[in-house]
């Protein structure tokens, strides 16, 4: 216990003087803005370089801290992962189930990027109205996994009658060309 509390206050000690020296320094450097004027090269010198100096040991105060045995588990980082083989079947499950799947960053209605807004936008120009829009950001297994399962490394993924059609730019392209609006006709996706 005592070689804990050693450990903890030695931390903190190098916590406080850490938050003292970048304090000086951004003093240091407010202060040389709104006079207008150099306030002293050495005395911001010496405050970026204590700061840079105190730095390792915050560092090595956190690693030997994280490495405490006489830490309780409950302190501990909890990840939680789950098995690749169960996102793997989810997501296949998904593909399968349904003739048009996009795997988007936010939803139709309200895109999170850019690229998931103009795949939508491309399938809305198409006819379709109605495909199985699945969120990304609400579950980061499929985030990780979806890229896994089609080896693509970029979101949005489209997939018409279980096929992997592409991500944004093959979307576009295959728009451009025709070609997508043949494979959605081909799935029955497109309304009449």
Request: one cysteine or more.
């Given at each position: 216990?005592s070689?804990s509390?050693f450990?903890?206050t030695?931390f903190?000690?190098?916590?406080?003087?850490?938050?003292?020296?970048r304090t000086?320094?951004?003093?240091v450097a407010l202060?040389?803005?709104?006079?207008g004027r150099?306030?002293?090269?050495s005395?911001?010198?010496?405050a970026?370089?204590a700061?840079?100096a105190?730095?390792p040991?915050?560092?090595?105060?956190r690693?030997?801290?994280?490495?405490?045995a006489?830490?309780?588990s409950d302190?501990?980082?909890?990840?939680?992962?789950?098995?690749d083989?169960?996102?793997h079947?989810?997501?296949?499950?998904?593909?399968n189930?349904h003739?048009?799947?996009l795997f988007?960053?936010?939803?139709p209605a309200f895109?999170?990027?850019?690229?998931?807004?103009a795949?939508a936008?491309?399938?809305e120009a198409?006819?379709?109205?109605q495909y199985?829009a699945?969120?990304?950001l609400?579950?980061?297994?499929?985030?990780?996994g979806?890229?896994k399962f089609?080896?693509?490394?970029t979101?949005?993924q489209l997939?018409?009658q279980?096929e992997f059609?592409?991500?944004c730019?093959?979307?576009?392209?295959?728009?451009?060309s025709?070609?997508?609006?043949?494979?959605?006709?081909g799935?029955g996706a497109?309304?009449?």
């Amino acid at each position: 216990i005592s070689t804990s509390l050693f450990q903890r206050t030695k931390f903190f000690s190098f916590v406080r003087q850490f938050n003292m020296i970048r304090t000086a320094a951004r003093t240091v450097a407010l202060a040389a803005r709104v006079s207008g004027r150099s306030v002293g090269r050495s005395r911001a010198v010496f405050a970026i370089g204590a700061l840079r100096a105190a730095a390792p040991g915050v560092r090595a105060a956190r690693r030997s801290l994280a490495g405490d045995a006489g830490s309780h588990s409950d302190f501990e980082p909890q990840i939680k992962v789950s098995p690749d083989a169960d996102v793997h079947e989810r997501i296949a499950k998904e593909v399968n189930s349904h003739s048009l799947v996009l795997f988007m960053k936010g939803t139709p209605a309200f895109p999170q990027c850019g690229f998931s807004q103009a795949v939508a936008r491309v399938l809305e120009a198409e006819g379709v109205s109605q495909y199985r829009a699945i969120n990304v950001l609400d579950d980061p297994d499929v985030r990780e996994g979806v890229k896994k399962f089609s080896d693509w490394p970029t979101i949005p993924q489209l997939y018409i009658q279980g096929e992997f059609v592409g991500g944004c730019d093959i979307v576009l392209d295959l728009h451009k060309s025709g070609e997508l609006q043949a494979m959605l006709e081909g799935a029955g996706a497109v309304d009449a």
